[in-house]
């Protein structure tokens, strides 16, 4: 079984920029494919990006690329989500995610993930 917590939310104001984390107990993740989504109030949950196992392939929802960033540290078993530039239309619960696979067919579908953190808050104020 694997645990994940995520951390770095808040609040920003717009055009700032939050680091988010993801730490992962229990298992290494080092073979895992890790995403991220989020979820605003009333919408569904939304792909936000996601990495392979080593990092070395990156995959962002379009609305990101070029803002955010997604890194991983094996050795600390933690992924990262950079987020610069942040717009009012970013505020949500962001939720870290991993696969068991070390890469998906398609890396923005949910179902395709086995474990899930708790969520953390981002607000972006205008």
């Known amino acids: 079984q694997v645990q994940l917590v995520e951390s770095g939310g808040g609040l920003v104001q717009a055009g700032g920029y939050l680091r988010l984390s993801c730490a992962a107990s229990g298992r290494s993740i080092s073979s895992y494919a890790m995403g991220w989504f989020r979820q605003a109030p009333g919408k569904e949950r939304e792909f936000v990006g996601a990495?392979?196992?080593?990092?070395?392939?990156?995959y962002y929802e379009d609305s990101v690329k070029g803002r955010f960033t997604i890194s991983r540290d094996n050795a600390k078993n933690t992924v990262y989500l950079q987020m610069n530039s942040l717009k009012p239309e970013d505020t949500a619960v962001y939720y870290c995610?991993?696969?068991?696979?070390?890469?998906?067919?398609?890396?923005?579908?949910?179902?395709?993930?086995?474990?899930w953190g708790q969520g953390t808050q981002v607000t972006v104020s205008s």
């Open positions: 990495t392979n196992w080593n990092g070395d392939n990156t």
């Open positions: 995610a991993a696969s068991k696979r070390p890469t998906l067919p398609y890396y923005s579908d949910y179902v395709g993930y086995d474990y």
